[in-house]
């Protein structure tokens, strides 16, 4: 390995860090919250001394909820937060129920945690405001389930839904039309109150009615409808339990009205946009020529490997469209697509890696680090792959076929073998994707 190679390998893994340390949900929460007390924003939360009631979901949701807590006072909070790993050191002494519920299927917890929310809002005194904090994997952690549709139900098919190729914007769109609080339907039971929705985006877009699948941001249309055209276009109708079938069927029939609350608001505190933007000043401070790829790279792994790949190539041979030191930086989330049923260990990012690994192999002085920013990437307990022009001779000294393993969707024991793969246990944030592409080394 050029000795210069392991130095680009700990630059990129440290501006990795340091960016996601500078962008943690507290620290991005409790910011947003201070700005909008400065504008005057906060008047129905700040005034008096009636109880806010809470309700934070999602990966990000204790230190988000921390935030709150050291912002309001910890006398003045009231609800639920709903997590995918409980951490009691967080919450230290607060009233605050907290469910630890199922990740990335929905369990039993999950139901418990959207049916507690909803009886909790509706025995709300009108003079309570209602705070909700809401980040990635908020869809599979809180559920309250519409009629004749059972847990098992949900869970095969979110599975079906994971293994598809689609976009997590459409995998929402069809568990919201199967939900009681998804879309913005949990909005609805908060009645004529200050309410106000503080999303950590981990989608492509920002979409604010994305994240979590949107239940407290109000969502129009015919969600039923939607479902079903999504479920048809990915070949996924026609194996779904009748049960399934007949609820979407009749409810894109019969779809529900309303109307949102009027004193109802939606704020980004963050978002991978804000993680890119960090990565990119740091390296750009460390002597490289930044190009921004933007937070918004789509489409299959193994194919977004293969462009990073010739663009690396075309960076060392011409210069363009950056020249060396270059750091690439991008963000974003791809799919894998299983063409029969999920098999294999690995994630999108892993694949991102191992693809790249490939097509880069005995490329001098390039490394990538691909990595899912909530530190678990796929079926794995990795948050992705840092890899170089290496990687591939190291797989195959192991006694592996680094295409083999790409094609069977084993990127992770591809990685594992060559001691490519990234480990940071569950960050507690979720801001999508993370790549960082360094060619050639800056001076000094």
Known sequence: ????????????????????????????????????????????????????????????????????????????????????????????????????????????????????????????????????????????????????????????????????????????????????????????EAGDRECLSLVLSDVVGDRPETVGSGPTVWKGGNEAEKARRILNGAGLWEELPVSVKETLALDARNPSVGKPPSRARTVLVGSNRTLCLSVAGKLRSRGFSVLDLGSSLTGEAKELGNRLARLAKDIQESGNPVSAPAAVVSGGETVVTFESACSGVGGPNQEVALSFAIEAAGFSETVLLSMDTDGIDGCSDSAGGLVDGKTAERIKSAGLNPRRELENHNASVALRASSDFVITGETMNNLNDLRILLVGMPNG
């Open 1 to 188: 390995m050029n000795p210069r190679t392991p130095f680009l390998r700990q630059l990129a893994l440290q501006a990795a860090l340091e960016s996601l340390k500078e962008c943690a949900p507290e620290r991005l929460t409790k910011s947003c919250l201070e700005k909008m007390n400065r504008e005057g924003l906060l008047q129905g939360f700040v005034a008096g001394n009636s109880k806010i009631f809470l309700l934070a979901i999602g990966k990000a949701s204790l230190p988000m909820t921390r935030a709150v807590g050291e912002t309001f006072g910890w006398e003045r909070l009231k609800g639920l937060v709903v997590t995918k790993k409980l951490d009691s050191e967080i919450l230290p002494g607060t009233g605050l129920k907290v469910i630890e519920a199922g990740h990335p299927l929905p369990n039993a917890n999950s139901l418990v945690a959207g049916e507690t929310a909803l009886r909790e809002m509706r025995g709300l005194s009108p003079e309570n405001p209602a705070l909700f904090l809401v980040s990635g994997g908020a869809s599979s952690l809180f559920e309250s389930l519409v009629d004749g549709i059972t847990l098992e139900d949900l869970r095969n098919l979110t599975q079906k839904l994971l293994c598809s190729g689609i976009s997590i914007e459409e995998i929402n769109a069809v568990r919201s039309a199967l939900s009681r609080v998804k879309g913005g339907k949990l909005l609805r």
